[in-house]
């Protein structure tokens, strides 16, 4: 039996405070969530209740802030901050606009949070699926795991958020874009 490649950063704390780009994929590369027009992304009901979830991150997690986010046909973009008061200095000036103080009072971990949001999403959308309101899809709704990007100063943080701003831009180009698979 293979074992499955690690994906997260050996060793590395993921419960300490720090500052997170997530990338999420559906399952087999449906294209559910969203359609891209005139370079911008126009969600479908489906992604509309993804954007929903991801919202709800911040009422579940009150350790964690999130920053930008999008939401593609076939995957998400996000920031995600946790324990905002034990982000070193380097984004410590970025953070000071956040007006809302983090509660530290319990360890919470990235794996945590993904594995939350995928269990909410799935379930609306199985309910959706079982009315007649989403696409069905086979197997899984997300892929197994997630990307993740520590991101380790303000210099980073602004490239990601200008990534994440301009992403439908590239969406033509995208490897996984219908027209260009082959």
Request: charged share 30%; glycine share 4%.
């Amino acid at each position: 039996m293979e074992s499955r490649k690690r994906n997260r950063l050996k060793g590395f704390d993921y419960n300490s405070g720090h500052v997170y780009f997530i990338t999420i994929c559906i399952y087999d590369n449906h294209h559910l969530f969203s359609r891209i027009e005139n370079d911008k992304s126009f969600l479908t009901d489906a992604g509309l209740m993804i954007n929903k979830w991801w919202l709800e991150l911040e009422n579940k997690f009150k350790q964690i802030k999130l920053d930008e986010h999008i939401i593609m046909p076939n995957h998400m973009h996000g920031i995600v901050i946790i324990n905002e008061s034990a982000v070193g200095d380097d984004l410590r000036v970025v953070l000071q606009d956040i007006d809302k103080k983090l509660e530290t009072e319990k360890s919470l971990s990235l794996p945590e949070i993904i594995q939350w949001f995928k269990t909410m999403t799935t379930n609306e959308y199985i309910k959706g699926v079982k009315q007649n309101i989403y696409a069905p899809f086979k197997n899984h709704l997300w892929q197994r795991s997630y990307y993740d990007r520590i991101i380790r100063n303000e210099k980073e943080l602004n490239n990601i958020r200008e990534y994440i701003y301009y992403n439908p831009l590239k969406w033509d180009w995208e490897k996984n874009h219908p027209e260009n698979l082959s």
